[in-house]
């Protein structure tokens, strides 16, 4: 069974600092997935990692995929009130028709 | 853009009662998805579809059971409410193994249930 572990669960900055959120998952898997909530709101994609060694960056955050150690981390550079929001991980069972098995969640909080 | 579309944001009814909630989306895609959130928990996977009136249980689907009888359309059906059934639910849709792009999941705005 796959398990997709994230942490911390909860992240209080102060803004202009620098974070990263963890995603660990349990098994062979080289397709993860970022996605944002903000309170009240439905999942925002933010990131799509289909390789080994993948990273991408949007804005202050990026993203990076090691599959051989099964984790992708979510940096975050100079942190903004408005990045406040709830982070997940999600990572594809590939032969099981595109299932995602997603973490937890990360609640970010940026503080003024 | 991608639009999914649910039935309704928020949603209260009794123990016992039959409850549908359904999902609409206009991008062709084959697979959809139903999901419920709980705090703690993330997202857990409900039934899924990847086609016509084909439907597979996810890791949560004791008490719940699924329709999808057009391609844009799927219905996730409480056959006897209950109150551990209280939760947000969110359906999602995607394509069908694109490979080379990923099969990023687009997600509805969710409808809040309360079981009473």
């Known amino acids: 069974e796959l398990k997709v572990e994230q942490n911390p669960l909860f992240l209080s900055m102060q803004e202009g600092k620098n974070y990263t959120i963890y995603c660990n998952y349990s098994t062979t898997s080289d397709r993860l997935y970022w996605y944002r909530q903000d309170p009240g709101k439905s999942l925002e994609s933010l990131f799509v990692?289909?390789?080994?060694?993948a990273v991408k960056q949007e804005g202050r955050l990026m993203a990076s995929l090691d599959t051989k150690a099964r984790l992708s981390t979510l940096h975050i550079t100079a942190a903004v009130h408005d990045l406040s929001a709830t982070y997940f991980c999600?990572?594809?069972?590939?032969?099981?028709?595109?299932?995602?098995?997603f973490g937890a969640g990360t609640i970010l909080r940026v503080k003024s | 853009d991608v639009k999914v579309t649910q039935s309704s944001r928020y949603l209260v009814k009794r123990t016992g009662e039959k409850v549908f909630l359904e999902c609409v989306q206009d991008?062709?895609?084959?697979?959809m998805f139903w999901y419920r959130q709980d705090p703690g928990l993330g997202l857990r996977l409900i039934y899924f579809?990847?086609?016509?009136?084909?439907?597979e249980k996810g890791d949560i689907p004791e008490g719940y059971s699924v329709s999808r009888e057009k391609k844009e359309r799927f219905s996730l059906i409480l056959e006897s409410a209950s109150t551990n059934q209280t939760s947000m639910y969110l359906c999602?849709?995607?394509?069908?193994?694109?490979?080379?792009?990923?099969?990023?999941?687009?997600f509805g705005p969710g409808t809040r249930l309360t079981v009473l």
């Open positions: 991008m062709d895609h084959e697979n």
């Open positions: 990692l289909l390789s080994n060694g």
């Open positions: 999602a849709s995607s394509f069908l193994g694109s490979g080379s792009v990923g099969d990023t999941q687009y």
């Open positions: 999600a990572v594809d069972m590939f032969l099981y028709g595109n299932k995602l098995v």
């Open positions: 579809s990847y086609d016509v009136k084909m439907k």
